[in-house]
């Protein structure tokens, strides 16, 4: 059986990494740039993006799949926030309910930040008039037109049951 090698230990000034201060283009930490542009960590994925975003027609989509902690959410953000920078803001798009075919819901389209302005005035609506509903519906006149209609009800299965049995 061979005999195991040593291994030599490592004088103390090897065991820092060592970069000529000449080669180091800033005065201190401070000026290094933040931020700066790294490459893609995905080349073939950052094509494929610039490819898709090219295609303006509708139907089609961008699927991003890997592994968790990829990158994926970085490098779909930081690719595609300077593009969007340049490009107008698009509207704000909301679905209501269609009463008539309610499998298709009616698309409206508002200027951009007014869909949560219109969610906010519908929410304070809707708040006024659950605030209003009890108080209406115990006022008097409410009252005698429920017992007024429920009096008629009355009278009316009456009718019925005597005219059956009858």
């Known amino acids: 059986m061979p005999a195991l090698r040593t291994v030599a230990p490592l004088a103390p000034e ?10 180091i283009p800033w005065e201190d930490s ?3 740039p933040r931020g700066g542009r790294r490459r893609p960590a995905q080349p073939r994925a950052i094509a494929a993006l610039e ?3 090219h295609i303006r027609s509708s139907g089609y989509n961008v699927f991003l799949a890997g592994t968790p902690d990829l990158g994926r959410t970085y490098t779909l ?3 595609l926030e300077p593009l969007a920078r340049k490009e107008a803001t698009p509207p704000d798009i909301i679905y209501v309910n269609n009463f008539g075919d309610e499998d298709h819901p009616i698309l409206f389209q508002l200027p951009a930040g007014q869909g949560r302005q ?3 005035a519908l929410s304070d609506a809707l708040s006024q008039f659950r605030e209003s509903l009890g108080v209406r519906l115990d006022s008097d006149a409410h009252l005698k037109k429920r ?8 009278r009316d299965r009456a009718a019925i049951v005597a005219e059956v049995g009858s």
């Open 14 to 23: 090897k065991l820092r990494p060592c970069w000529p201060a000449e080669r």
């Open 30 to 32: 401070r000026a290094i």
């Open 51 to 53: 490819l898709a975003l």
């Open 77 to 79: 953000t930081t690719f």
């Open 118 to 120: 219109l969610k906010t």
């Open 147 to 154: 017992s007024d209609e429920l009096d008629r009800f009355r």
